[in-house]
């Protein structure tokens, strides 16, 4: 039987004093996309998804991230330059919060929805589609992209690191590898499954399988998020590669 002990991945505020932030470059808008940073309220995560709404949400898109990086609905997210970084940019506000599965949805504006694509930073060819539990076994490759506080220093730390996927029932995964508190919210990739979107991270941690010790992250896969955003009234498909 697993035993789990997962701290929440929300980075402190106050810990931005011990990281510097790089100063991006103006000459162009920074795109709003799965792997993304963000902040709001003294929290920073990371986006996952882009999704657009349907049926009586057409035309509307959103980004997810993790219900425990924001506060209420209504909240602005900016981008941030980095990882426990500055605001440098409103890309929208809160949506809707589901605080049992740990989701939210933040509505992007005018701006940032010319900025949003689909693709995984660093993974152009990520997400072709939902990854549904009949379609993923353990062992499968998961791909993350986040700024999780330390791998945030550089590309490829932020956009390389890969886990293998210890288990997925359709609700919720479990993926062994590399996050870290600022990874919160942010996308996890099937690579084996055909490079399918597989969940949202939302916890972080370490845990045990048996009497072996383990790290990594868990949380919601994607047909269970998709679901419950359509029974309380955001009806949102996966926007893919």
């Known amino acids: 039987m697993r035993s789990i002990r997962l701290s929440v991945g929300t980075a402190i505020g106050s810990a931005a004093l011990l990281f510097g932030a790089a100063v991006p470059s103006a000459a162009a808008a920074p795109p709003v996309q799965p792997g993304s940073p963000i902040t709001m309220g003294g929290s920073y995560c990371t986006l996952n998804w882009i999704y657009d709404g349907t049926g009586s949400r057409d035309g509307v898109v959103y980004a997810g991230t993790a219900g425990h990086c924001v506060n209420r609905t209504g909240q602005a997210v900016h981008l941030a330059d980095a990882a426990l970084g500055d605001p440098i940019q409103k890309i929208g506000r809160v949506a809707y919060i589901n605080k049992k599965l740990d989701t939210a949805l933040i509505k992007l504006n005018s701006a940032a929805r010319a900025q949003a694509k689909p693709a995984m930073a660093g993974h152009p060819n990520i997400p072709t589609g939902v990854a549904t539990a009949k379609e993923t076994n353990l062992g499968d490759v998961c791909q993350f992209s986040g700024h999780g506080v ?25 993926c062994d590898g590399a996050v870290t508190p600022g990874d919160s919210g942010g996308p996890v990739g099937d690579v084996t499954a055909g490079n399918q979107a597989l969940g949202i991270v939302n916890t972080v941690g370490v845990y045990t399988d048996g009497d072996i010790p383990a790290a990594g992250e868990g949380g919601v896969s994607m047909p269970a998020f998709l679901a419950d955003a359509r029974a309380h009234g955001f009806p949102v498909k996966l926007r893919t590669v």
């Open 150 to 174: 330390g791998f945030h220093a550089t590309e490829v730390t932020q956009q390389r690191r890969v886990g293998v996927l210890a288990s997925n029932n359709g609700k919720q995964h479990y």
